[in-house]
Every structure is written in C-alpha cells, then in structure tokens.
C-alpha cells in the first residue's frame, strides 16, 4: 500500500512538472490577440469559402515590435498567439523585412507547437497575417481599421494554400501571388482575376525597371505611368490601377502587406459599391545589386 501512495505521488509530481515546463514554453512573450467585440466590422471579414471558423478580436501590435527614432523597427523576440481558446501557438522571429505599403514584416516560425510558421505585415494599429499549425491555416485580417478577424480555413482550402507557401515547386512566383491573390477574393465572394498576358509583360517591365534604375514609384523616371505601360504592351484599357511591393522574399509576404494597406488592399478586395477591375497581370524581379532585391507589381485593369 505504501508503495502505491508512494508511486502515486511520484506520479502527481511528475504530472505537475510536465504542466509546469508546458505553461513555461508559453510564459516568454506577450499575447498578440485578445477577444473582441465586432458591432462596427465588415460582415464580408468573416469569409464565404472554406472557412471552418472564426473569431473578432483586438490586436496589440506592439506585441509585435515598436519603431524607434529615424522610423526603425525593434521586434520582439518571441510572441504569443491565442488563435482560438483551443489553439495557442509561441512563435520565434525569423527576420524582419521592410514591407513598404505595411511598413514592417514580422516573419517567425513556430516553436510550440514545432513545425508552423508566422506571417505579419505590421502597421501603426494593424496587422494582417498567416499562421499555419499542423495542416490548418490561420488567417488575420482587418476591416482598413482596428477590427480584426481570426479565420480558421478549412483542410482543403488549408491544403491549397500549404502548397504555396512551403512547396512552390514548378510554379512561377508570380503565379503563386496570382493564386494567393485569387483565393483571398473567393473568400469575400468577388469574381476570381483573370490572367492577361499583355498586363503580366507590363508588370515584369516596371518591376525590373525599379530594381535597374533604383527607384521605387508608379511613375518612373521618364515621367510615364501605369497607363502607358499598359498601352506599351498592347493593352487598351478603360480603367485600371497598380500595386507595387519591393522587399519581400515570397508571394505570401507581399500579400499580407498589400493587404495591410487601405490603397493596395482596396485594388485587391473591392468595397460593395466599387466596380472591380478583373483582368490582372503579375511581375516580379530579383537583383543583386539593389538593396531592396526583389521587386513586385500588380496591374490591374478592365478593357476598352
């Protein structure tokens, strides 16, 4: 009998310190989420296709990191994230990149549970960002304000993006941006883009034009704009727009940038009583002598 009593406690012992050292792989690092209230967000947050679950929270995007004197960035090391009250994930930064339009990126891995990943384009008072555990996506986004939604996709939507963001394998980057880009306007309900092979030569021209003369603008050093180029590789438009990115290193990073940005993500996700421009095309540079390295373009447009 004693022996049992004795196994016992040794048992409870061992079981508090397994709670312990599993608390403790939570303890470094702030929560970057909290439960929120959602009386002024845009219903269209939540998401029509593939979305399993979802939750409104606020963001503490200091949480993230802060800017500092001459506009740097000083990111935390470690960060927590409460996804839903039955998935919390501890992330580890990676690096920091200049996201531009976003200001900052945030891109870490993650450590508890081991094997997922963390991606944040980070502003003054938003975030948007993709978190993968395991075989399922999270994604973070927000109304163009401070209201923010935590979407849970479902393992087939989760599956798609996987592919993209971990194994590109034969496919183009600019493809990969294509089919993130596509796959966010299903989830609003908005007709998917169409490739236009005039727009996509467009876009790869700006790009390489950035990286080769060093500036970073819609209208280049000529004076001409994204209407001219457009109309330079053969396409007559009645309408159209550009975003642009430089310094990210992979399609998912440029899309949560654009989409942290109320100018770029309004090209991407229009608003109910805005006529969207469909036919789309993608160019992406990478240069060795440019600090920035790598340079994105998106040409918008709707023909004559």
Not at 7 to 30: K, N, P, S
Not at 50 to 57: D, E, S, T
Request: charged share 25%.
């Amino acid at each position: 009998m004693r022996s049992m009593n004795l196994t016992l406690r040794r048992l409870i012992v061992l079981a508090w310190l397994i709670l312990v050292a599993f608390g403790g792989a939570f303890a470094h690092g702030e929560e970057l989420l909290s439960s929120a209230a959602a009386e002024s967000a845009d219903n269209r947050l939540i998401g029509v296709e593939g979305v399993q679950r979802y939750r409104f929270v606020s963001v503490n995007v200091e949480r993230l990191g802060t800017s500092v004197g001459g506009g740097d960035f000083e990111p935390e090391r470690v960060v927590t994230i409460t996804l839903f009250p039955d998935v919390r994930v501890r992330a580890e930064l990676e690096r920091v990149g200049a996201g531009n339009s976003a200001a900052w990126l945030w891109v870490g891995r993650c450590t508890e549970p081991r094997g997922g990943s963390a991606f944040f384009a980070v502003s003054e008072s938003t975030i948007s960002g993709t978190v993968t555990v395991g075989d399922r996506v999270y994604q973070i986004r927000n109304d163009g304000d401070r209201v923010h939604v935590v979407r849970e996709l479902s393992r087939e939507k989760s599956e798609e993006l996987h592919s993209l963001i971990f194994e590109p394998g034969g496919m183009t980057v600019d493809r990969q941006l294509f089919y993130l880009l596509n796959h966010e306007r299903a989830l609003w309900g908005l007709p998917r883009y169409e490739w236009n092979d005039a727009l996509a030569q467009a876009a790869r021209e700006h790009s390489r034009d950035m990286g080769r003369r060093h500036f970073f603008g819609h209208v280049n050093p000529d004076g001409q704009d994204a209407g001219d180029r457009m109309r330079k590789a053969g396409y007559e438009w009645s309408a159209w727009s550009e975003n642009i990115a430089a310094g990210q290193r992979a399609p998912i990073e440029v899309l949560e940038a654009w989409l942290n940005s109320p100018g770029h993500r309004r090209n991407i996700i229009c608003n109910a009583d805005e006529a969207c421009l469909t036919d789309v095309g993608i160019g992406h540079a990478q240069f060795t002598n440019n600090s920035l390295r790598q340079f994105w373009t998106l040409k918008l447009a709707a023909e004559r």
